[in-house]
């Protein structure tokens, strides 16, 4: 099975917020994830709506897998993965009910196309 990415046009931050904090107005867009766990609430959202406060890790490229994927699909995020680490590039994964997102600093996006093209992903 071939995957088939497209890169997101917009660029995304990931912010970490106190664990018992209310979800922001800010954490809206068209992509945007929401995580909560004891530790922490956890938002991507696009970087140009993130006020200069909130602590976050900035200047992240979105990659999205052409859905919906078959919950009994597997490897998706092995096939991606992989390439990028063996090519020393850091990810940021995220899923949702109908598909797979991956997200790479900025600065690498251009290596990290080349890897994923070089293991057969379609982009």
Request: proline share 7%.
């Amino acid at each position: 099975m071939t995957i088939r990415l497209r890169v997101l046009p917009e660029v995304f931050a990931v912010c970490r917020l106190e664990p018992h904090a209310a979800v922001p107005d800010w954490a809206a867009g068209e992509i945007v994830s929401i995580t909560r766990t004891p530790e922490e609430l956890s938002i991507v959202c696009r970087e140009d709506v993130v006020p200069p406060a909130i602590r976050s890790e900035k200047e992240w490229r979105c990659l999205s897998v052409e859905g919906p994927i078959p919950f009994a699909t597997t490897g998706i995020a092995a096939a991606i993965s992989s390439p990028l680490a063996a090519a020393g590039i850091s990810v940021f994964l995220l899923s949702t009910f109908d598909t797979d997102f991956v997200l790479v600093k900025e600065r690498q996006l251009a290596r990290a196309l080349d890897a994923l093209r070089a293991s057969g992903c379609s982009i």
